[in-house]
């Protein structure tokens, strides 16, 4: 029921800058949360932020400092603000939303978008 396409994804060399948006369509938003995990090759899918509808922030260590994450309710988006953006940080990134009250039954993954860190 829930649509969501990311975008922003791209090159770019390390200490440089990116930024993630992720529009969702087609749920009503009420309890909520909206978050980035990302997927190495040859890897598991691993958290890198989250943001409750609440305000609470989740991050993982190693992307502390260095990425922000952001919802708009206005626009149904949730963004990831990456600074000092290192090789190990490249992954395919994918959005995911949770609405808390459907449980396992209201959990969406977007496409993904690639994030390459390279000079």
């Known amino acids: 029921q829930v649509q969501l396409v990311e975008s922003g994804g791209g090159l770019v060399q390390p200490g440089g800058s990116l930024r993630l948006s992720c529009a969702a369509s087609?749920?009503?938003?009420?309890?909520?949360?909206m978050g980035w995990y990302r997927q190495a090759p040859g890897k598991q899918r691993e958290l890198v932020a989250t943001r409750s509808s609440g305000g609470n922030t989740n991050y993982a260590d190693s992307v502390k400092g260095r990425f922000t994450i952001s919802t708009d309710n206005a626009k149904n988006a949730v963004y990831l603000q990456m600074n000092s953006l290192k090789p190990e940080d490249t992954a395919v990134y994918y959005c995911n939303y949770r609405d808390v009250v459907r449980g396992v039954r209201g959990v969406y993954w977007g496409q993904g978008t690639q994030v390459t860190v390279s000079s």
């Open positions: 087609g749920s009503t938003f009420s309890i909520y949360t």
